[in-house]
């Protein structure tokens, strides 16, 4: 489906959070919920672990992610005596694909919980009816270096003031030089400017996918970069995108 001219005042109240966030499992490790402010939805996002602050990461710098809504849905789920509501964690709208429902853990279970799998069999009932689709995944199972850089770039989404005055010269000129090192590109900007300013340009450039850079390995200065001509995500090769998803 396509979603980049939807709007979604609609779906702001729809699919505003079902419950708090809360640190009720986490006694021994009280620092793992939080928030920071969505780029992409202009709204403060929470999260209540350290994996889904990763996969949000994740969806702030995918450039096919037009939306997302974090603990958007209630689930009623039965496990034959009671009755209880479940929440999934996040329902993410991509360009022309249905929207999908994300449940996301920490680890593959060791054994089989009854519990778990008994949610996700009425999540899956559940996004059957709505032509969604859903996934469980495990961003913490991600390499060292892509997590590294999910975090990295994170941080250089938001726009500054002097961006507007030097992105289209230093995007022209990687055009015309092709392939560099970031400590390059910025260094032929010495005689009008201070490659210190230019640096977190070209990270936000990286960021929002107009720059391209080989996110298997940690991004530093040193990394080489193209210009993105094919408009490719940042980080269409993590595993299909599925963020180690089963």
């Known amino acids: 489906m396509e979603w980049e001219n939807h709007v979604w005042n609609n779906e702001d109240m729809l699919f505003s959070p079902k419950r708090k966030v809360n640190n009720r499992r986490s006694h021994f490790h009280p620092h793992i919920i939080g928030?920071?402010?969505?780029?992409?939805?202009?709204?403060p996002?929470?999260?209540?672990?350290?994996?889904?602050?990763?996969f949000y990461y994740y969806l702030e710098l995918d450039t096919e992610v037009i939306r997302y809504y974090v603990q958007p849905v209630e689930v009623p789920v039965y496990d034959g005596k009671?009755?209880?509501?479940?929440?999934?964690d996040v329902l993410v709208f991509k360009k022309r694909l249905n929207p999908l429902l994300y449940q996301v853990k920490l680890e593959p279970e060791a054994t089989l919980d009854e519990h778990v799998e008994l949610c996700n069999r009425y999540c899956r009932a559940y996004v059957l009816e709505k032509g969604w689709e859903y996934q469980v995944i495990y961003p913490k199972?991600?390499?060292q270096a892509i997590?590294?850089?999910?975090?990295?770039?994170?941080?250089?989404?938001?726009?500054?003031?002097y961006y507007l005055r030097w992105c289209e010269l230093v995007t022209y000129r990687l055009r015309c030089i092709e392939s560099c090192s970031i400590e390059y590109l910025a260094s032929t900007f010495t005689d009008t400017s201070d490659p210190l300013l230019i640096k977190p340009l070209i990270y936000h450039l990286i960021a929002k996918g107009i720059f391209m850079a080989d996110v298997n390995e940690r991004i530093t200065s040193q990394s080489q970069i193209t210009f993105n001509s094919q408009t490719n995500a940042p980080f269409i090769g993590i595993h299909g995108g599925a963020l180690y998803g089963v």
Do not use: A, D, M, T
């Not at 996002?45 to 990763?54: D, F, G, H, P």
């Not at 009671?82 to 999934?88: K, Q």
């Open 141 to 143: 199972q991600l390499p």
């Open 82 to 88: 009671e009755e209880w509501i479940h929440v999934p």
């Open 147 to 161: 997590s590294y850089n999910l975090k990295l770039l994170k941080g250089f989404l938001k726009e500054r003031k």
């Open 35 to 43: 928030s920071f402010f969505s780029v992409k939805n202009g709204r």
């Open 45 to 54: 996002v929470e999260y209540e672990s350290l994996s889904e602050r990763l």
